[in-house]
C-alpha cells in the first residue's frame, strides 16, 4: 500500500468511526462549505469533517445544480481539501456517468475520504433502479476498499415512492452493497429512527433553514445532519443585503 493510500484509509477511518457512539442529542453535524475560504472558516469553528454540496459548489461556480462538469466538480473538491485539515466528504451526485474504478480513482485524488451518490438521474430527475444502483455502489466499494466512507443518498421521497417501504428497501439494498451510511433525503423525521433500526446502518438527515435543528434531527433517529446548499444560499443572501446596501 502507497503513503498515499495509507493516508487516505486513515483520514476514512476517522471520519467513519465519527459516526459511530454518538449519543442521541449529539449527530456528526457536517457544515457544508462551497469553496476554500467557506471550508476555513467551519474547520477554524472546530468541526471535525466537512461535507461539500453539489448545489452549493455548482452555485459558486456559476452552474445550476447537476449541471456542473465533472472535471470541475472534482477541481472544486481538491481546492476545498486542500484549505482545510479535517477530513471532508464530497457530494458527487450520481457519479457523472463515470466507470467506478475511475470514478474512485478521481475522487482519492481529490483528498476526499468520503462521498455522496443519489439514486436519481440529476437532469432528467428519474429515480434508478435500486438493484442497479446497488451494483454501481458495490463497483465503488471494491475499487475503493476502505478508502471512502460511502454515503448512498436514497431520492424515493424526493422523485418518487413517499413510503417508508420502498425507502427501506432502497437502505438494505445499498446496505448490502457496502455503504457505510444511508441518506433519505427529505424524508420525514418521524421516519428516521424507523429506517435507521431496519437498515441497520447510521442515517444522514438534512438540515433545512427554518426546520428540526441538528440535534432535534439526532434525538429523532439521524447521526449524521447535513445541510445542502443551505448554508451557500444563506451566504448569498447576506451578499445580496450587501449589495443593496452599497446602493442606499
Known amino acids: 500500500m502507497t503513503e498515499r493510500a495509507k493516508q487516505a484509509n486513515t483520514a476514512s477511518g476517522i471520519l467513519r468511526a465519527l459516526h459511530h457512539g454518538r449519543a442521541a442529542d449529539d449527530p456528526l453535524v457536517l457544515p457544508g462549505p462551497w469553496d476554500a475560504a467557506s471550508a476555513r472558516v467551519f474547520a477554524d469553528a472546530g468541526f471535525p469533517a466537512l461535507a461539500t454540496p453539489s448545489a452549493g459548489v455548482s452555485a459558486s461556480l456559476g452552474y445550476e445544480d447537476g449541471r456542473t462538469p465533472a472535471a470541475e466538480m472534482f477541481a472544486a473538491v481538491a481546492r476545498i481539501v486542500r484549505a482545510v485539515d479535517v477530513p471532508v466528504t464530497a457530494d458527487m451526485e450520481a457519479g457523472y456517468g463515470l466507470p467506478a474504478k475511475e470514478f474512485v480513482e478521481r475522487l482519492l485524488e481529490t483528498g476526499a475520504v468520503g462521498c455522496n451518490l443519489e439514486d436519481s438521474d440529476p437532469a432528467d430527475k428519474r429515480l434508478r433502479d435500486p438493484r442497479a444502483q446497488a451494483e454501481w455502489l458495490a463497483e465503488v466499494r471494491a475499487a475503493a476498499g476502505d478508502a471512502l466512507v460511502l454515503n448512498a443518498r436514497i431520492d424515493t421521497f424526493l422523485r418518487g415512492d413517499r413510503t417508508t417501504g420502498a425507502a427501506i428497501e432502497r437502505g438494505l439494498l445499498y446496505a448490502a452493497a457496502g455503504a457505510d451510511c ?67
Open 182 to 248: 444511508v441518506y433519505p433525503i427529505m424524508a420525514p423525521p418521524e421516519l428516521l429512527a424507523e429506517i435507521a433500526d431496519v437498515v441497520g446502518l447510521p442515517v444522514n438527515a438534512l438540515s433545512r433553514p427554518g426546520g428540526r435543528s441538528p440535534r432535534e434531527l439526532g434525538v429523532m433517529g439521524a447521526s449524521r445532519v447535513t445541510f445542502g446548499g443551505g448554508m451557500q444560499a444563506q451566504a448569498l443572501e447576506a451578499v445580496r443585503e450587501m449589495a443593496a446596501g452599497l446602493r442606499a
